[in-house]
């Protein structure tokens, strides 16, 4: 099992990214897919995650109506499109696997059993 985000880099605020995060080794039935960010000393946030069984998807306060999550389960890919980014949006993003308890996702870290990497996005004012 594996996770690979990508995608990450810097923008002016106002500007756009789209996340990739490439998963290997399962199916995304059964399984959420979430997304979130850490500033270094902090603790992880969760941005949003995506339901693997019925696609719904859920927003952390910071992220709705900027962000967007979509997935494409028959090419194990989750994409996080970011709009009209924010100084306050600089962090390094993390994808991660939860398993489901019914077809609900959360975003509590705590939940999620694997993590990818990283991809930093930095936001200049």
């Known amino acids: 099992v594996q996770l690979v985000e990508s995608g990450g880099g810097s923008v002016p605020a106002g500007g756009s990214l789209r996340l990739t995060c490439t998963a290997s080794?399962?199916?995304?039935?059964?399984?959420?897919i979430g997304w979130f960010r850490q500033v270094s000393g902090n603790r992880r946030e969760g941005v949003s995650c995506?339901?693997?069984?019925?696609?719904?998807?859920y927003y952390g306060d910071s992220a709705k109506g900027r962000f967007t999550v979509s997935s494409d389960p028959a090419d194990h890919t989750v994409y996080l499109q970011m709009n009209n980014l924010k100084p306050e949006d600089t962090a390094v993003y993390y994808c991660a696997r939860m398993r489901l308890y019914g077809s609900r996702c959360y975003m509590y870290y705590y939940e999620y059993d694997t993590w990818g990497q990283g991809t930093q996005v930095t936001v200049s004012s």
């Open positions: 080794g399962f199916s995304f039935d059964g399984y959420g």
């Open positions: 995506i339901s693997g069984t019925d696609g719904i998807s």
